[in-house]
């Protein structure tokens, strides 16, 4: 046999059978693979859990902890469940086989292990795990763990869905000003800043980003994954944005440099929620008219002198402790029908 | 009938190389007869669930190493011991005897 194509892997091969343990490792070894060994589901579990491990062989019927109980402590574990689990197993097994494989388990061998299918199966559930790790890298981009593990879990289809959401819209005022008075490089440079302080907000409550205009932000709260108190998660990451950035505007003038200000607009309702794109590009976005109010609101901000401003349904969904100014009723351009605004006092 | 099946023999020796299964056989002639006493003890105090995972043992074992008829009689005992009635008969000294082959075999083929 020569050395398998793909690359070197660790393995953890958990069996109380001697002769299992060393044939397992051993045909491993011989593919290429780095390969640990416990000889019962306590040890086993305790390895996986301090190891780095790629993937686990794991027996069914052993001492101390059989392989059923392995698996359902690894698939409760939120860092376990991201990482392959092979059953082995008797052919007379085949039914605690099933049972494993619908919890949760990739995929199974039974014994004797057949070389040639052992190869097969490790490299096959080696490659899928490399595919969902480098999409959970790219989810996090732009998403909080849970947000990017719910994207896995459901997949994406591109195609929308309704959902009740709390969307926030957040700029720059006149950040046009300050990109002349500096070069290129220090208005990316600030750019960066601000968007990471923005992110941290966002991704801290729970929000995902949703897309970035030039130095415009969209958020959403709520979508993919549903929370009850979205329309607060909301407040909170932009009265929180308005905190970070009054810290920075402070070192900003302190070293004579721009302080940038910038105008929030909230809105709550529902929403067409989904990927647009291609398959080789999309991104998740959220569509409708409490989009479009959020976006009028935050234009808002201008004239009345207020960086916050929400409107009426996120109002009801916020807490008493959430000081707020009613701003009245407003008709924006392209709306019909007036829209009660208010302000969230800091 | 022989023994040892040469196709499930060989392909582990082309698996995990000729020194190695050297090593195998003897991890098995050496644990064997760990699980016999096993069986035997258990049988003696009743205990099924050792009687069963002592058969299991060399059940899987025998099948890893191409001994199919070793295999199917400690199935045989494994599936009494599963159902919990130790009523064996002569099946372990039956058992024992095939293990006896299978040793010289392997001593040959090794």
Redesign the interface.
């Known amino acids: 046999?020569s050395i398998s194509s793909s690359e070197p892997a660790r393995l953890l091969v958990v069996d109380d059978?001697?002769?299992?343990r060393?044939?397992l490792s051993?045909?491993l070894q011989?593919q290429g693979h780095i390969v640990e060994t416990a000889e019962n589901g306590r040890e086993g579990l305790e390895k996986f859990r301090s190891g780095a491990f790629d993937l686990m062989l794991l027996d069914i019927?052993m001492?101390v902890m059989n392989g059923f109980e392995v698996l359902e402590a690894c698939l409760n574990d939120f860092d376990l469940r991201q990482i392959p689990i092979i059953m082995t197993s008797?052919m007379?097994e085949l039914d605690a086989v099933v049972k494993c494989v619908e919890l949760g388990a990739e995929d199974y061998l039974t014994?004797?292990v057949?070389?040639v299918l052992l190869r097969a199966r490790v490299s096959a559930s080696l490659e899928k795990k490399r595919l969902r790790d480098e999409q959970r890298k790219l989810f996090r981009t732009f998403a909080t763990k849970e947000v990017a593990e719910e994207l896995l879990r459901t997949g994406f289809s591109l195609g929308g869905q309704i959902v009740t959401a709390s969307v926030l819209i957040a700029d720059i005022r006149s950040f046009t000003t300050i990109a002349e008075n500096h070069d290129p490089s220090d208005s990316i440079e600030l750019l960066n800043q601000y968007f990471s302080m923005m992110f941290d907000a966002v991704t801290r409550n729970g929000g995902i980003i949703n897309q970035i205009v030039g130095d415009g932000l969209l958020a959403v709260f709520g979508a993919p994954i549903f929370y009850e108190d979205h329309r607060e998660r909301a407040v909170k990451a932009a009265l929180q944005m308005l905190e970070q950035l009054k810290t920075f505007n402070e070192k900003q003038l302190a070293q004579n440099k721009t302080a940038i200000r910038i105008g929030i607009g909230i809105t709550s309702g529902k929403m067409v929620a989904g990927y647009t794109g291609t398959q080789n590009r999309a991104i998740y976005t959220c569509i409708g008219d409490t989009v479009n109010l959020a976006d009028r609101i935050e234009e808002y901000t201008k004239e009345a002198l207020r960086p916050l401003l929400i409107d009426e349904n996120t109002r009801q969904g916020l807490p008493e402790y959430y000081k707020v100014e009613d701003l009245g009723k407003i008709v924006f351009k392209g709306k019909n029908q007036a829209a009660h605004v208010f302000a969230v006092l800091e | 009938m022989t023994l040892i099946d040469m196709n499930?023999y060989n392909?582990?020796k082309?698996?995990?190389?000729a020194e190695?299964i050297h090593?195998?056989v003897n991890?098995?002639l050496e644990?064997t007869p760990v699980q016999f006493e096993q069986m035997r003890s258990a049988l003696a105090a009743g205990d099924s669930e050792v009687f069963c995972?002592a058969a299991?043992?060399i059940?899987?074992?025998a099948?890893?190493l191409g001994a199919n008829q070793l295999a199917s009689l400690a199935?045989e005992l494994e599936k009494i011991g599963r159902e919990g009635n130790l009523a064996v008969g002569s099946r372990l000294e039956v058992l024992h005897e095939a293990f006896e082959q299978v040793k010289n075999q392997l001593d040959e083929l090794s």
């Not at chain 1, 059978?17 to 299992?20: D, I, S, Y």
Request: hydrophobic share 35%.
């Open positions: 046999m059978n001697k002769v299992n060393m044939t051993r045909s011989v019927e001492p008797a007379e014994k004797p057949n070389p | 499930v392909m582990l082309e698996a995990t190389g190695f090593e195998l991890a098995f644990d995972r299991h043992t059940k899987s074992n099948a890893t199935r």
